[in-house]
């Protein structure tokens, strides 16, 4: 029988918890689901760049918004995640979705 | 008609990263194949591979392809980068259409596949990667080199097991042929992983020899089976034409190519292999006196050795064509093998060097020439032969270039 | 003169459907066959609908050692390459094998026997050093797919080129169009030629889910495959087979064989763009139509009907329609459009070989099968889809499409053969 359960636990079996999430954590997933992401301007937060313009196309997205699923026990709705261009755009997702989870 | 010739290639093998490394260890006999490094092989009969040493993907390839390709998909990436080098071609500057590929594969995207299925089978639908329906499928080698090069030309894979390499270097040939102006083609092939290598176990033709350099010996009287390996080879192709008019040097022309297949095991009918031969001979309007030297499927089981050499003993007489398996330094690379041998028979010719079966004391009972140190001689003609499991032959002729633009001049 | 193809036998094993009769009653009754899927429970996963094939391996006549050798997708081949062979009237006897090949194409080949066993070997996925004592015999020929081909080569008794075509969800048209090359070059003279897949397993089903290309309108499995409607939202996973004996024109009328169509043109284009994602100007596959269209020495105007790629995912459907408004013009809007993935689902690299089926099947019927399921087309979706209900008329020249993952777009023409001779 298929496993079912979505969440991944860390190696003592705890769960991760929401607030752990910054900007850079995300970017970091990011990287390592998708790999290392276009150069940035000095002076100019890749938060605030489209993912187009960090060189990330619709998978990449798609396999961050999975990692982030996972890691942090949230489901975030299709559309949602589909509507987001930009990092913060899907950062304040995130962080909306496990607010109204809590 | 006009001819296909080849003016570029990108050769990734356990021999060498890049013709002019895997050539120098090929010539010097430096057998490559060794205990498995990718993962612990104790626990299995059979635990010697022909691997690729000193491939680091980041030097090569950028940072965003490295999460979805499996390992095979990077070393085919590379090696269709530097036979577009080696051409001289800059594909940004291509007219539309104007370049395709095709590609030979045999288990795809391997290793990956079996990372997905663990992450399937041992924690949910959730945990598989986006990059899964595309990263094991067959044809990931042909859509990531079209992408990365921008060949928008007719593309194509094709999958007949260790066969593959010369019918997808055919496939291309065909489309050259048809007008297209320029075509990638060829192999790279193997992931060794632990599930790729069970199913490779079960079809009973690897060899459990312990001693590496004694585990893959076509045509000796020791030989019990052979030792898979991992890479192969790409090359540009275009009409001789094409190649002079850009002044690009050719390493050799596609002169003849035929593919058959056997009767099932137990038919009574003959293999059919002999008869792929003379139609590629035929096709290059040659006779089997004209052929220089012979790169032998050599499988490395005495029966399919024993019918090889037959064939050979039928068409060239007893001891009458030399002949050689250099991928006895590599072990068998799957559908990238032949390609591998492709390269190795054109750069024999570039270099007046046929180069040696290495480790192989050759059985009388075949009467082969088998060239076992390296031989200095002219060649001009090439055979290149490839049996894949299942009753697929393919079998090729390639032709060193007349004139003075040919990568065949003394060097 | 270059030499001619013609399609004299077909074989099909399609879902809801086992043979050729069967495959275009349902077709031209509009009938869907997709539904929630039995094969294994489908409850973890997002999608949960398919088009499964009703098919006993045994019943149709393979042996216990075949069935038990053979993964599914070999399985539909080999029985649907024995129906293509008795269609064609050709006494297995009478013709020379080394001038007889094989071409099968297969997007997946025996993944779901790899995905069988590799749940046997590695404990349930608990193991990565995946255990070799519990290998079946046969795992080989199910990691290197050309065994599928080597199958349908024994069946039949082909000595001549035998190959297996990979390109993805295009395979199916590639692999009969190799067929075609290879029979106007001269390498063969009777080619067995078509594709299977039985990819309705978990791994793909999740490959799937995880880019969101299949549809997760599990509570309407009979109508969940929706290509051109508005409210489309993803593929239906299919499964089947579909052969083709297909014969150099002169062979086939010196024994007086029937003749369903002549394959007049294929091209293939690649986009060159992304592995999943697709130009929305359709331009590759435009050019592939064009190409086509030359070879076969017509322009739009001849066009009597268009089988679509037609998945059902928002992208494809916007692309194809933009590739037939590029390349055909005005007479995109003249020329019936339809899709039978509605009604059998996206079998992958088989369906473009069902697909041929179909168009070949048009041609001797004058019937063309309707696009189920839609209601309430997409405003970008402009053309005449043939909704809900088949219709006839003369189609005496067609054109079928294919798409796949890979970048990979093919087009090919077949017609009536009558019309073709030239």
């Known amino acids: 029988m298929l496993n079912t359960t979505s969440r991944d636990t860390d190696e003592n079996g705890s769960e991760n918890t929401m607030d752990e999430l910054t900007g850079a954590e995300l970017m970091e997933i990011m990287r390592e689901c998708s790999g290392q992401g ?22 990449a997205l798609l396999e961050t918004a999975s990692r982030v699923e996972r890691t942090y026990g949230i489901q975030l709705a299709e559309e949602d995640v589909a509507a987001a261009r930009t990092p913060r755009a899907l950062l304040e997702l995130v962080r909306r979705t496990a607010a109204e989870a809590a | 008609m006009t001819s296909t010739v080849i003016t570029g290639m990108g050769v990734l093998a356990p021999t060498g990263l890049g013709a002019a490394e895997h050539w120098r260890n090929t010539v010097a006999a430096h057998c490559r194949i060794g205990r498995i490094s990718r993962f612990e092989p104790d626990g299995y009969p059979c635990r010697n591979a022909g691997q690729i040493e000193g491939f680091v993907p980041e030097e090569h390839l950028p940072s965003r392809l490295l999460p979805q390709t499996d390992h095979m998909t990077r070393l085919a990436l590379t090696a269709a980068d530097w036979a577009v080098k080696d051409a001289g071609l800059d594909t940004g500057d291509l007219p539309e259409y104007a370049m395709g590929v095709v590609t030979a594969s045999s288990a795809g995207g391997f290793e990956f596949g079996q990372r997905e299925l663990q992450a399937l089978w041992s924690k949910g639908p959730a945990h598989v990667s986006v990059y899964q329906s595309f990263a094991w499928f067959y044809a990931v080698n042909s859509g990531q080199i079209s992408i990365r090069h921008g060949l928008r030309g007719p593309s194509g894979v094709l999958v007949t097991e260790q066969a593959g390499g010369l019918d997808a270097i055919a496939q291309a040939k065909r489309h050259v042929t048809d007008g297209i102006p320029l075509m990638l083609g060829g192999g790279v092939d193997g992931s060794p992983c632990p599930w790729g290598w069970v199913a490779q176990l079960t079809s009973g033709r690897i060899s459990s020899t312990e001693a590496p350099e004694r585990a893959y010996l076509p045509f000796d009287a020791d030989a019990d ?26 390493y050799g022309e596609i002169a003849g190519y035929a593919a ?126 490839a049996r894949g499991h299942g009753g697929f032959n393919a079998a090729m002729v390639i032709r060193k270039p007349a004139g003075p633009e040919g990568k065949g001049g003394p060097c | 003169m270059s030499r001619r193809v013609v399609i004299t036998g077909i074989g099909v094993v399609a879902p809801g459907a086992t043979g050729v009769k069967a495959f275009w009653e349902l077709l031209t009754a509009g ?288 692309h194809e329609t933009a590739a037939f408004k590029r390349s055909l013009g005005e007479d995109a809007y003249r020329v019936p459009v339809s899709g039978i993935k509605s009604m059998i689902g996206h079998s992958l690299g088989a369906i473009g070989s069902l697909e041929i089926a179909a168009c070949a099947l048009a041609v001797e019927h004058d019937v063309v099968p309707p696009t189920a399921n839609l209601h309430q087309p997409d405003p970008v979706c402009d053309l005449d889809y043939v909704p809900l209900t088949a219709r006839e008329g003369r189609f005496d020249t067609v054109l079928t499409v294919g798409s796949g993952f890979g970048g990979f777009q093919s087009a090919m023409v077949l017609r009536r053969p009558e019309r073709s001779a030239r």
């Open chain 2, 260 to 385: 058959t297949f056997d009767p099932p095991p137990g038919s009574g009918r003959p293999p059919t292999l002999g008869r792929a031969v003379e139609l590629a001979l035929e096709q290059a309007k040659l006779s089997a006196a004209e052929v220089d030297v012979v790169f032998a499927d050599g499988a490395g089981t005495p029966e399919l050795d024993r019918r090889e050499s037959a064939m050979l003993r039928d068409l060239f007489g007893p001891y009458g064509v030399p002949v050689t398996v250099p991928k006895s330094l590599t072990g068998r690379l799957g559908a990238g093998g032949a390609a591998l041998d492709l390269a190795t028979a054109l750069l024999a010719m570039r270099h007046g060097t046929i180069p040696p079966t290495a480790n192989v004391r050759p059985a009388p009972e075949h009467e082969l020439d088998l060239v076992v140190r390296p031989r200095k001689t002219a060649v001009s003609t090439a055979l290149v032969l």
């Open chain 2, 225 to 250: 089976g052979h030792v898979p390996g991992e890479g192969g080879a790409l090359f540009v192709m275009e009409s001789a034409q094409s190649a002079r008019a850009r002044g690009a040097s050719v």
């Open chain 1, 38 to 59: 276009e150069e940035v301007e000095a002076g100019r937060d890749p938060l605030d760049l489209s993912f187009a313009d960090l060189g990330y196309d619709s998978l």
């Open chain 3, 31 to 318: 009938r869907t066959a997709t539904r929630r899927i039995s094969f294994f429970d489908p409850a973890p996963f997002r999608s949960q609908v398919a088009a499964e094939c009703d098919f006993d391996p045994l019943a149709e006549g393979l042996s216990p050692q075949q069935a038990r050798r053979m993964d599914r997708s070999a399985q539909l081949a080999v029985v649907s390459a024995r129906e293509c062979l008795r269609d064609s009237g050709l006494d297995l006897e009478s013709f020379d094998p080394s001038r007889t090949g094989v071409v099968v194409g297969s997007a997946v080949g025996c993944t779901t026997g790899l995905e069988e066993e590799y749940v046997v070997v590695s404990d349930g996925g608990r193991r990565w050093l995946v255990d070799d004592e519990y290998a079946v015999p046969h795992l080989f020929g199910y990691l290197v797919p050309s065994s599928i081909p080597s199958e349908v080569a024994w069946e039949i008794g082909a000595e001549g080129p035998v190959s297996l075509v990979s390109t993805g969800c295009t395979s199916g048209l590639d692999s009969v169009g190799r067929a075609v090359e290879l029979l106007r070059e001269g390498s063969a003279d009777i080619m067995v030629a078509g594709a299977t897949d039985a990819p309705i397993s978990p791994i793909t089903l999740a490959c799937f889910d995880a880019i969101r290309a299949t549809t997760p309108r599990n509570d309407e499995p009979a109508t969940a495959s929706r290509p051109f409607d508005a409210s489309r939202n993803g593929f239906v996973l299919g499964e089947g087979s579909a052969m083709f004996v297909l014969e150099e024109y002169e062979h086939a009328r010196r024994r007086g064989a029937h003749m369903y169509a002549e394959v007049t043109g294929f091209a293939s284009r690649s986009n060159a763009f992304h592995m999943t994602g697709l130009r929305p100007d359709g331009t590759e596959m435009a050019e592939a139509i064009v190409t086509a269209m030359d070879q076969s020495r017509i322009t739009p105007a001849d066009i009597d009907y268009v089988n679509a790629h037609g998945s059902g995912t928002l992208q494809n459907d916007r």
